[in-house]
């Protein structure tokens, strides 16, 4: 068995008003019948408000939309917050995921370094240096040679002057 809206303001000794914002906000569950109207489950309403033969709470006394609205304007605040604080969570997580790849590729560079020296050839003392010295003292004392024999009678005759 259901409760309308105005037997469920009757069994709360609450306004229309007061239930349906209950009702609006999600505070309170309930449904549509076939004629558009709400339908209050008694179990759901007394676990939101108390019964008609009990004290009911101060707050329920003082329960006005502006309340309500109120109450609604706390719980999406909470809920900002709550996406707020998940989503900083996300970023550190993030920060924390970057750092560690970032530690992983120098890791890696570091090791293929190592490895690349490992494997190259150790370098060999090349004696070019003093075969092109001895080459090219040895074209020098060729074309010495050249000139010499090429130009010697005038060399003679100025010895022997």
Do not use: C
């Not at 969570?89 to 590729?105: K, P, S």
């Amino acid at each position: 068995m259901y409760l309308s809206l105005g037997q469920a303001a009757k069994e709360t000794r609450k306004s229309k008003s007061v239930i349906y914002n209950a009702l609006k906000s999600g505070r309170l569950s309930g449904r549509h019948n076939d004629k558009g109207e709400w339908e209050i489950d008694p179990a759901e309403l007394f676990r939101v408000f108390s019964p008609q033969n009990e004290q009911e709470p101060r707050s329920e006394r003082n329960s006005t939309p502006q309340n309500s609205l109120l109450e609604l304007l706390q719980e999406q605040l909470h809920e900002a917050k709550e996406r707020e604080r998940q989503a900083h969570e996300r970023e550190q997580q993030a920060r924390e995921r970057e750092a560690r790849l970032l530690a992983i590729l120098e890791a890696e560079q570091s090791a293929r370094r190592e490895l690349e020296t490992k494997l190259l050839p150790a370098p060999r003392p090349t004696s070019t240096n003093k075969v092109q010295v001895w080459v090219l003292l040895a074209v020098l004392v060729v074309a010495l040679a050249f000139v010499g024999w090429h130009f010697r009678t005038v060399i003679v005759s100025a010895l022997a002057s």
